[in-house]
């Protein structure tokens, strides 16, 4: 499986972006999809994930007020829409593919395919 991010910027706070992240490969309706983030000297967290195989989504806590996470089927594209920008959110976002259950999708362990990143600035 090879995912391509695309999608982040530099914004100001409030703004919205939408996040892509393109999967290719074999068998990808037995992937969940999911978004993690890096922020410098912090260690990567969770913040969203799409499971292909119910269609159910999680979000961590901190997002899911704000961020959406969804996918188009005809392009195999995992999508982040992130609103109401914070400084707090500037980090290098990342999706990932996994094929463990639900429950387990919140740890970045489960996924085993990852994607290069794309950078998120909000800047105050």
């Known amino acids: 499986v090879q995912l391509q991010a695309s999608g982040g910027g530099l914004v100001q706070v409030g703004d919205s972006l939408r996040l892509s992240c393109a999967a290719s490969g074999r068998a990808l309706r037995d992937y969940a999809l999911g978004w993690f983030r890096q922020a410098p000297g912090k260690e990567r967290e969770f913040v969203a994930t799409?499971?292909?195989?119910?269609?159910?989504?999680l979000y961590a806590d901190s997002v899911k007020e704000r961020f959406t996470v969804s996918f188009d089927y005809a392009k195999n594209t995992v999508w982040l829409q992130v609103n109401s920008l914070k400084p707090e959110d500037t980090a290098v976002y990342y999706c990932a593919a996994s094929r463990a259950v639900l429950s387990a999708l919140r740890g970045s362990s489960a996924y085993v395919y990852w994607g290069q990143g794309t950078q998120v600035t909000v800047s105050s």
């Open positions: 799409f499971s292909r195989r119910s269609g159910s989504t």
